[in-house]
């Protein structure tokens, strides 16, 4: 992984969107070139001869950063997005957050059972979206070759859904 300080670049925002939780905002991030830049880079170098024909990432963060990926690595984009929000037919997966609960909707058709799918985020907190995309991208018989995150928070073992899933994790905290 790079030595670059992303750290740096993000900014604690307490009791949002409740009170109690400790949201991330990677704002500053988007915000300077370099910072984005150096993101895109480590996750793509890591997964660079992985094999990836596409990127997986959820609404609306995972837009931000699959996006730049995918292009880095020369594969498609596909967005896991809110219910309601894709035109066709889709796999619907609901999950558990750590301040609520949600569902993510994958188009049918988006992904198939050649396709080796790198999954995109920004947070891995509690697991409940990761798991969530997981199960997408299984629905659809494609394989998810790995997943990359910004950042963990380590205190809340959201890894755990993985299995033998290999990450990628840019910041610990």
């Known amino acids: 992984m790079s030595d670059f300080d992303f750290e740096s670049f993000i900014t604690d925002i ?55 990926v995918a292009m880095e690595l020369g594969a498609g984009f596909i967005p896991a997005r809110k219910p309601g929000k894709l035109p066709c037919e889709a796999f619907e997966a609901s999950y558990d957050l750590e301040y609520g609960s949600n569902t993510l909707c994958l188009h049918k058709d988006a992904l198939t059972p050649e396709d080796r799918v790198l999954i995109v985020d920004d947070i891995l907190a509690t697991g409940g979206t990761l798991d969530a995309m997981i199960r997408l991208v299984g629905q659809s018989g494609a394989t998810v070759a790995g997943c990359c995150m910004l950042m963990e928070l380590d205190a809340l073992g959201g890894r755990k859904v993985l299995g033998d899933i290999p990450l990628s994790v840019l910041l610990h905290v």
């Open 14 to 68: 307490p009791d949002y969107p409740e009170p109690g939780v400790v949201f991330k905002d990677i704002t500053p991030l988007f915000a300077d070139a370099n910072a984005m830049r150096q993101t895109v880079l480590a996750i793509a170098d890591h997964f660079r001869d992985a094999g990836i024909t596409k990127v997986v990432g959820p609404e609306a963060r995972g837009f931000m950063i699959g996006v730049p």
